[in-house]
């Protein structure tokens, strides 16, 4: 994982130093738990394009995870199944 962060990071021009992998983790944990699983990995995409429009530094990144975080550890309504899935 190490190796993949640092190659990912390379490639796309995003100092390492600044991504904490395990608080991306914890916001997928949650999400993937407490919303439904393929939340996962919207959640960490929409916290990362937060922080992208708020400035892009590691602390716009860690506020938006913080957020994600909370939202989704809070999260008590489960799957909607009435509406239909966004596209």
């Known amino acids: 994982m ?3 962060v640092s190659e990912l990071c390379d490639q796309l021009g ?5 991504v904490d992998v395990g608080a991306i983790l914890d916001v997928a944990r949650d999400a993937a738990h407490n919303v439904e699983r393929p ?3 919207v959640t960490a995409f929409v916290a990362g394009y937060a922080a992208a429009i708020k400035g892009g ?3 716009q990144v860690a506020a938006a995870l913080d ?3 909370d939202l989704a550890r809070d999260w008590t309504e489960g799957p909607d199944v009435t509406t239909p ?3």
């Open 39 to 41: 939340a996962a990995p």
């Open 67 to 69: 957020t994600a975080g």
């Open 14 to 18: 995003v100092p390492v130093d600044d």
């Open 2 to 4: 190490d190796r993949w």
């Open 57 to 59: 530094g590691a602390a």
């Open 85 to 87: 899935a966004l596209q």
